[in-house]
């Protein structure tokens, strides 16, 4: 049984230690707790590995670094059970040929667990992904089940967190792209911007057309020299500016530029949706975790 939340957590951090949305007092986490049987820990836990890594694949994250925690000095459960877990979380990760360290002692004091650090493109590694084994809860809430045998049974809880806290892992994204979000992600993702007044219903025109496609467009209208738009646009990182004078109009064309200062040339609103959707694809999901 697989429950999954959204939970507001609260931690009183010291002053001195609030960083932006890296380290704040109220968080969100993207809990989900497990029920399965302790045979099932280590299929759950592949499965919540091979999640994980599609998640982060997804957002652009490649290079990672994983620990395996073990039994801590206080503990609860029983030592056949902390062997169990333990044994199963390892040939989780062995199974995916994941590379991890061993991290003594670490483990909380109700299960082992898994933590995944995730490295932004200055190198800098984030805790953010944890899989755990919970020993203690369902004990505590009197769980159980009625397994083949026709007894009751204890079932093990497993937590996850993919993002752990997703205010820290916005910061994090936003660091490792520089603000320069994929295009499948930006926030706008093209600008349609006139020359003169002359150019807006074909502007207005152009955007409606994008935005029934279903991509986040803008039209830029300002009294403003063209020059300023496109630097402007650029600063704030919008993946594609389409650029629209007499000419465009009078031939049904778009003189396309990327955020980087690219010339793309010229072509019709059909040629810039497919540009469009060709740019969609998130970035890779291959993970570097292989031996």
Not at 27 to 39: E, I, N
Not at 46 to 62: N, R
């Amino acid at each position: 049984m697989r429950y999954g939340e959204l939970g507001t957590v609260y931690r009183y951090e010291r002053t001195g230690v609030l960083h932006g949305l890296l380290r704040v007092r109220g968080f969100t986490q993207d809990d989900a707790h497990l029920f399965c049987r302790p045979d099932q820990i280590e299929s759950e836990v592949s499965q919540v590995l091979d999640f994980t890594f599609f998640i982060l694949g997804t957002f652009g994250f490649t290079e990672f670094e994983v620990f395996l925690s073990t039994k801590p000095e206080k503990s609860v459960g029983s030592e056949e059970r902390w062997t169990q877990a333990t044994s199963a979380l390892e040939a989780a990760l062995k199974s995916r040929n994941v590379a991890y360290q061993i991290d003594p002692g670490e483990g909380v004091f109700y299960g082992p667990k898994i933590d995944i650090k995730i490295k932004d493109a200055l190198g800098r590694s984030w805790q953010c992904s944890t899989i755990q084994v919970d020993f203690n809860n369902p004990e505590r809430f009197d769980l159980g089940y009625i397994g083949e045998d026709g007894k009751v049974h204890q079932p093990i809880m497993i937590h996850r967190a993919l993002m752990g806290s997703i205010e820290r892992f916005f910061g994090i994204l936003i660091e490792h792209f520089g603000g320069a979000f994929p295009t499948w992600l930006a926030p706008v993702q093209a600008t349609v911007m006139s020359i003169t007044d002359s150019q807006h219903p074909y502007v207005a025109e152009v955007v409606a057309q994008l935005k029934a496609a279903g991509f986040r467009a803008e039209a830029d209208l300002r009294n403003e020299k063209i020059g300023l738009k496109i630097r402007e646009a650029e600063k704030a990182k919008v993946p594609f500016m389409f650029v629209v004078g007499d000419r465009e109009v009078q031939s049904g064309t778009l003189a396309i530029r990327g955020r980087s200062g690219a010339n793309l040339g010229s072509m019709t609103v059909a040629g810039a949706l497919d540009l469009l959707r060709a740019d969609l694809k998130p970035a890779g999901q291959q993970h570097s975790l292989t031996q």
